[in-house]
Structures are given as structure tokens and as C-alpha cells.
């Protein structure tokens, strides 16, 4: 059954819902608080398909780890404490969740998530005509200077998709590591994974959900709570 649904916020995920909805044949609106979409964070977006790199947070090293980490501006993990059992509960949770099994499952349910997300650009590329949004299969290469780290990424791989390096290696593939090299213990390479412009991937959806009559698109609205009436929600 088609339905009228409306999207908040119209940066790349908000976008990309859009599109995948009118292709699924519903009504969409989608609200912007800026002037444009695409204009916050995701035009300034990496703009990595890096699908196989997956790597969940809770983690067995997480709690230790985490510690080191509070009070840091670029930290990771960061959170500021409340008299709030709901944080608490999830706190709780998610340490439950820092052991090698846990991460393993999460990690595998992740990737399937991610392969799937690969299927769908590629169909997006193949078969929508979007307009050029530099997409290239340039790869990746994670690189590690602790041999612990290095190590454990090394396990983790399939040889089938992606390749162990070590630091000579890493050098051979990108020169520019030079500078660096008495540090490096190695990398992971991933042949297969992507690059494009998010901000033009945007602009390129944006197109195509304008040439369709079951998309409306409200900018400068910002949304600011949601009350709820029965099973109904309204801005």
C-alpha cells in the first residue's frame, strides 16, 4: 500500500530514504532546516564506501580504552554522565556487549547490512542514471603502527576481499607513507572499496526526486519537537 511519508532532515541519508521511497512508489516530503539539502554535514562528508570495513565499537579493549578517552575533544567515546537511568541502562548494555563474541556477531550482522548497501549503490549507478558524483574503486588502505593492532586487523580479514601488508608493502602502494615508515608495522588493504563526492551524490538525488510528482520538498523548516497523538506523531 502506498503511503504519504515525510523524511526529516535532507542530508545524504535523509535523501537517499527519499529516492528509495518513490521508487517504491510512496508519497514523500522531506524538511530541511538550511536553505538547501545536502548543505551540513554531508557536504563535507569523507564521501568512503569503504563496505568492508567494519569494526564495532564495543569492543573487549573498550572499557579500558574508554576511560583514557573521557575528557578528550577528539575522543571516540565520549559522553557526559547524568542522573538518567536510561543512559545508565544503555551504559550497562554496552559494556555487556564489549567481549570478542558479542563484537564478532555484531561485526558479521554490520557487514551483511553493508554488502547490501553496495548492491544498492551499484543498482543506483546501473540503473537510475544519477549524474556524476566522481564515484571511483580507488580501495583503501588502513594503516598500523602498533603491531598488537596490527595483528588483530590481520585475523580479522577475509583473504578474498582484502589483503594483510606489511610495511614494505604499504609502501609500495602509497609512496607518500614514506615519512612514516620507521613507525609502521602494516596495513589492511581493501582493493574493492569506494570513493565519491557526497556532497554532488546529494545534489545528483536531488535531481531525480525533483522530476517526480510524489516528492515535495520544505526548506528552511526546522523541526523542533514531536508530539505524540495516539499512534500518530505530529511536528
Given amino acids: 500500500m502506498n503511503k504519504r511519508i515525510v523524511?526529516?532532515?535532507?542530508?545524504?541519508?535523509g535523501l537517499a530514504t527519499a529516492w528509495e521511497l518513490i521508487k517504491r512508489g510512496h508519497q514523500v516530503q522531506l524538511l530541511e532546516r538550511n536553505a538547501e539539502p545536502g548543505s551540513a554535514t554531508?557536504?563535507?562528508?569523507?564521501?568512503?564506501?569503504?563496505?568492508?570495513?567494519?569494526?564495532?565499537?564495543?569492543?573487549s579493549g573498550v572499557p579500558l580504552q574508554g576511560m583514557k578517552w573521557m575528557g578528550k575533544a577528539d575522543s571516540p567515546l565520549n559522553m557526559r554522565l547524568r542522573m538518567s537511568l536510561?543512559?545508565?541502562?544503555?551504559?550497562?548494555?554496552?559494556?555487556?556487549?564489549?567481549?570478542?563474541?558479542?563484537?564478532?556477531m555484531n561485526g558479521d550482522h554490520i557487514l551483511r547490512l553493508s554488502l547490501l548497501s553496495r548492491q544498492v549503490m551499484q543498482a543506483w549507478r546501473d540503473e537510475d542514471n544519477l549524474a556524476d558524483f566522481h564515484w571511483r574503486r580507488?580501495?583503501?588502505?588502513?594503516?598500523?603502527?602498533?603491531?598488537?593492532?596490527?595483528?588483530?586487523?590481520?585475523?580479522?580479514i577475509d583473504p578474498q576481499?582484502?589483503?594483510?601488508?606489511?610495511?614494505?608493502?604499504?609502501?609500495?602502494?602509497?609512496?607518500?607513507?614514506?615519512?612514516?615508515?620507521?613507525s609502521?608495522?602494516?596495513?589492511?588493504?581493501?582493493?574493492?572499496?569506494?570513493?565519491?563526492?557526497?556532497?554532488?551524490?546529494?545534489?545528483?538525488?536531488?535531481?531525480?526526486?525533483?522530476?517526480?510528482?510524489?516528492?515535495?520538498l520544505l526548506t528552511q523548516c526546522e523541526v523542533r519537537r514531536l508530539n505524540k497523538r495516539g499512534d500518530a506523531s505530529a511536528a
Fill in 161 to 182: 576481499y582484502q589483503q594483510a601488508l606489511n610495511a614494505e608493502a604499504c609502501l609500495q602502494l602509497e609512496p607518500a607513507l614514506k615519512h612514516i615508515c620507521p
Fill in 86 to 104: 536510561q543512559q545508565w541502562r544503555w551504559l550497562l548494555q554496552f559494556l555487556r556487549a564489549c567481549n570478542n563474541q558479542t563484537n564478532k
Fill in 138 to 156: 580507488s580501495g583503501k588502505l588502513i594503516i598500523h603502527r602498533r603491531e598488537y593492532d596490527f595483528n588483530k586487523a590481520a585475523k580479522g
Fill in 7 to 13: 523524511i526529516i532532515g535532507g542530508g545524504v541519508v
Fill in 42 to 59: 554531508s557536504f563535507a562528508n569523507g564521501g568512503q564506501l569503504s563496505y568492508r570495513y567494519v569494526a564495532p565499537l564495543a569492543d
Fill in 184 to 216: 609502521l608495522q602494516g596495513g589492511i588493504y581493501s582493493p574493492g572499496d569506494e570513493t565519491a563526492d557526497c556532497h554532488q551524490f546529494c545534489l545528483a538525488l536531488l535531481d531525480k526526486l525533483n522530476a517526480s510528482s510524489d516528492f515535495s
